[in-house]
């Protein structure tokens, strides 16, 4: 049988699905910056991108050298093409625009550059995630108040995983698809087609090192877990953390499981450490379209209205069965 490569499947959605042009367009430019960024993380300590970049983001975090790198790989690949209106990164304070010698296009690119960026420096699985807008009409140069648009609202999204192998999983809102890189050849071959969540798991996610922070529900679901098969859920469960979203969300969407980076009661203001914008809402929607799903523990991810661009979200999402539970269990201390 013919190998089905990513270009392939976007030719052949445009015809069936009707996936625009320009949306194909931009998802195979995406994935090339994703082959790039591959790439320069595979270089490690003999290409000198490990390490600090000696700068914060807005988020307050300090950046690696490869947090920025694949910052300017996305932008560069992506401002010329003539797909977008605008562009916006964890990494970035506002929204990038297009410079005035290139086209403008209608939809909008957010984008983690570099997911798990702590593990970069341990060889451990990083990745790029990213989720695609259409740009409200009539806007010439889009600020942030075009990209606050809930989750609902995404026509494509989607993360490449920088691991023992480099994958790139997509959502356009007809399912999910695989896609392995072919090294030799330089392609994304589709490797993984209809990808389901099961919706029943015996194992969980989380950092457990917060466990003196967690409120209520997250304690009594976590304990419940804890308690094994003679306890309340009558199941033995198994535990992962990895630290990089992408690495833990690609396991669950594998084979199952449920991902929480609850809110704390260290700082109330700040509900979780996850960003809705470049990292709930993109695997939201890849989750959902698997059969998963996604809360904050009330609500649906993918429903919440965004504030601001860097806003950040609680977040539970994998197998629909656990999802529901640890949503439930929040709804009841309401
Ligand atoms: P980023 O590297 O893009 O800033 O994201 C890191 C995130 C996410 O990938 C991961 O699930 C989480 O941070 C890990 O947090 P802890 O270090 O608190 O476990
Ligand atoms: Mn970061
Ligand atoms: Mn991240
Ligand atoms: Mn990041």
């Not at 970035?92 to 939809?107: D, L, S, T, V």
Request: proline residues 5%; charged residues 25%; contains cysteine.
């Amino acid at each position: 049988m013919s190998r089905i490569t990513l270009s392939r499947y976007l030719i052949e959605q445009t015809r069936s699905q009707e996936t625009p042009a320009d949306l194909r367009f931009l998802i195979e430019v995406v994935a090339r910056a994703c082959k790039a960024i591959s790439h320069a993380v595979s270089k490690g300590a003999l290409g000198g991108v490990l390490g600090n970049a000696g700068s914060d983001n807005v988020q307050g975090e300090a950046q690696k050298k490869l947090d920025v790198i694949s910052n300017d790989i996305l932008l560069e690949a992506n401002e010329w093409g003539g797909h977008l209106a605008a562009m916006a990164s964890e990494e970035m304070e506002k929204a990038y625009q297009i410079p005035g010698e290139f086209p403008k296009g209608k939809y909008l690119l957010l984008f983690d550059p570099l997911d798990g960026s702590s593990n970069i420096d341990v060889n451990v699985s990083v990745g790029t995630i990213f989720s695609v807008l259409r740009c409200p009409e009539g806007i010439d140069a889009p600020c942030e108040k075009a990209f606050l648009q809930p989750g609902v609202e995404q026509v494509a999204a989607g993360y490449a995983i920088y691991g023992p192998q480099t994958m790139l999983m997509l959502t356009l809102g007809h399912g999910v698809k695989g896609f392995t890189l072919d090294r030799e050849v330089g392609s994304f071959v589709m490797t993984h087609d209809d990808i389901r969540v099961p919706e029943q798991t015996k194992e969980f996610a989380i950092n457990a090192s917060n466990q003196r922070h967690w409120e209520a529900p997250v304690k009594r679901y976590v304990d419940e877990m804890l308690a094994g098969e003679t306890g309340p859920l009558g199941k033995n469960y198994n535990m992962r953390w990895i630290a990089s979203m992408v690495a833990d969300v690609h396991r669950i969407l594998t084979r199952g499981g449920i991902f929480m980076y609850p809110r704390d009661a260290r700082e109330p203001e700040k509900p979780g450490k996850l960003r809705l914008m470049y990292e709930a809402n993109p695997m939201s929607f890849i989750i959902e379209q698997a059969g998963g799903a996604a809360t904050n523990g009330l609500e649906r991810i993918m429903d919440l209205q965004p504030t601001s661009l860097h806003e950040r979200v609680a977040v539970f999402l994998g197998s629909k069965e656990e999802v529901e539970r640890a949503t439930r269990y929040h709804r009841e201390q309401q």
